[in-house]
């Protein structure tokens, strides 16, 4: 995974090679490869082709890769591969792509490419079947490789060996609901700008200053949406300052707004979830489903590795697999150590790091905790987490301790960076409720967008 910003010199493409039975120009540059959960699919009579930015290969070859019955009818020139009691069709010339599930259930996905004839070979697009059939896609450019990863496969076993990490989620909230938040924030921010800005234009003392916070967080949230406020009295111990800080997040559209009012000044800010994962090359649909299968491992961590998908290279199949084992070295079963009904698993994401091929902004960072589980003697009643964050650049302290209870969650945290110090205990309660979340913005308001900030970062 790359933090930074990528760059790639310009290349020059080959001259063109013909014209498809559609219409679409494809081009000699050196033919593209595809990997398969880190095998090379071999293509014997014909090469897969970049077309208009869109990797295309000969049908046969690349279902029956994909362990699928493959079938096409002449006179209707429907293409089909069947695998797990799925049922993938195309059409020549159509770019509509219809999966037929086991259940009896239809859907379909319009694709930005269309299947074509060529020499008397059928190609399909790789990503659009790979991902239908539930496949992750990625694609290394420097190898100019197509990479398919069945993170199913690699989580098949995920409820057993998480078994009792997957039983906490009885003790939080249910996230097919709603519900509304009620709590309390305490907490103070103390800052020392003087060996960053200190440039003789204030003294020393003119940039410290310390303050405490107080105030309450209410809202409504989901597993998608959430419309979060948060009041606060800004103390520096001779005068209150009042603030307030609402976050808007749209998990359909997955953007996130953030709107900011101190003494009655209001300004709202935007982000796309995708350009802030996207930094990290992860995807927010991908994600979202993950937190969505919090009480199905395998439906769970499958959508977490999907997410890390954009992150691919040639070596991601293996890369999921090490980020699999990682996890499974922090909270697997065998990874906690147990005293009466205390469950305890103290970890390192180093290899998670590894795994995840961590640079930049993240070299030589370090992840530290432990995570303790309360049970009754047969179920889990209480969860806590601690974990510590060091060896990133300006940062001196990050630590933060949460516990989770039904339908209630405490935390505590400490922040020490660039100058800037700020602790707080959060006190959280859920309540189930039918009302909607509004994920709007006020009325007349124009948000500020941050996603080329993000983006250039």
Do not use: H
Request: charge should be negative; aromatic fraction near 6%.
């Amino acid at each position: 995974m790359k933090l930074s910003k990528k760059f790639m010199a310009a290349s020059v493409m080959a001259l063109a090679i013909g014209m498809t039975a559609t219409g679409v120009t494809a081009f000699a540059d050196s033919a593209p490869s595809v990997t398969i959960d880190g095998q090379a699919v071999t293509f014997s009579d014909a090469v897969p082709q970049n077309v208009n930015g869109r990797i295309m290969v000969p049908y046969r070859a690349m279902f029956e890769a994909l362990g699928a019955e493959v079938d096409y009818d002449a006179a209707t020139k429907v293409i089909s591969g069947s695998v797990d009691g799925k049922k993938l069709e195309m059409t020549n010339g159509n770019n509509v792509i219809t999966l037929k599930n086991a259940d009896g259930t239809t859907s379909t996905k319009t694709m930005d490419v269309a299947p074509f004839i060529q020499n008397d070979r059928t190609y399909v697009p790789t990503r659009f079947v790979s991902e239908v059939l539930g496949y992750s896609v990625g694609w290394d450019q420097a190898a100019k490789t197509v990479v398919i990863v069945n993170t199913d496969k690699i989580v098949a076993n995920a409820n057993t060996d998480f078994a009792l990490v997957r039983q906490t989620a009885d003790i939080s909230v249910d996230n097919s609901k709603t519900y509304n938040v009620d709590g309390t924030f305490k907490g103070n921010l103390t800052m020392d700008l003087s060996s960053l800005v200190g440039d003789g234009t204030a003294s020393a003392e003119e940039l410290k200053t310390s303050m405490d916070l107080d105030g309450t967080v209410k809202g409504i949230c989901n597993n998608t949406d959430a419309d979060i406020t948060v009041d606060m009295n800004l103390s520096d111990g001779e005068t209150k300052v009042p603030a307030t800080s609402e976050v808007k997040l749209d998990g359909n559209k997955g953007v996130m707004y953030m709107g900011q009012t101190v003494n009655g000044n209001q300004t709202w800010y935007s982000m796309n979830m995708d350009s802030i994962l996207g930094a990290q090359g992860m995807s927010w649909s991908d994600l979202k489903n993950a937190t969505a299968a919090s009480d199905d491992m395998v439906a769970g961590m499958s959508a977490t590795l999907k997410a890390m998908a954009p992150s691919y290279d040639v070596n991601g199949y293996q890369r999921s697999v090490d980020y699999y084992n990682a996890l499974k070295k922090a909270f697997g079963d065998d990874a906690f150590k147990k005293s009466g009904n205390t469950y305890t698993s103290e970890f390192d994401f180093a290899d998670m790091f590894k795994a995840m091929g961590t640079s930049g902004q993240m070299d030589g960072a370090t992840v530290t905790g432990k995570y303790v589980i309360e049970t009754d003697g047969t179920k889990p009643v209480s969860s806590t987490m601690t974990m510590k964050m060091g060896g990133v650049q300006g940062l001196n302290e990050m630590s933060v301790e949460a516990t989770t209870k039904k339908n209630s969650a405490v935390a505590k945290f400490v922040a020490d960076m660039l100058g800037m110090k700020m602790t707080g205990d959060i006190d959280l309660k859920f309540t189930e409720t039918s009302n909607k979340v509004d994920t709007s913005l006020p009325k007349g308001v124009t948000a500020v967008s941050l996603d080329s900030m993000l983006n250039a970062a």
